[in-house]
């Protein structure tokens, strides 16, 4: 039977190599003799992969205006018909926009 000495911590609880493994290797986790639970030195190491903080801008109106003057030019459609278009799509989603807080949702 073997027992642990003091200078033998026995295995990594996190990957369950030795510690002197850890001293040559140098791991993302610091060795784990069991004080804490593995989960807290996984995550120290997982830190430094999360992604960067990114701002996204609301576009004020998506709108394709190659496409608006292509149906202009063919006659399809009249300057005062995509106006009026706007018109419309804006005060319903304005309309849906406010239900929305109002809800809280």
């Known amino acids: 039977m073997t027992t642990m000495s003091e200078d033998d911590p026995g ?7 030795s510690f002197d493994w850890h001293k040559k290797n140098n791991p993302i986790h610091p060795f784990n003799d069991g004080q804490a639970g593995a989960i807290s ?9 999360k992604a960067p903080e990114v701002q996204v801008r609301r576009a004020e109106w998506p709108f394709d205006p190659v ?5 202009i030019n063919k006659g399809v459609l009249t300057p005062e ?7 419309q ?3 319903v989603t304005a309309q849906f926009a406010e239900r929305m807080t109002e ?3």
């Open 81 to 87: 018909d995509l106006r009026d278009a706007e018109e």
């Open 41 to 49: 030195f996984l995550k120290k190491g997982r830190e430094k992969d």
């Open 11 to 17: 295995p990594c609880r996190t990957c369950d190599r």
């Open 89 to 91: 799509i804006k005060a």
């Open 67 to 71: 496409l608006r003057q292509a149906l």
């Open 103 to 105: 809800n809280g949702q």
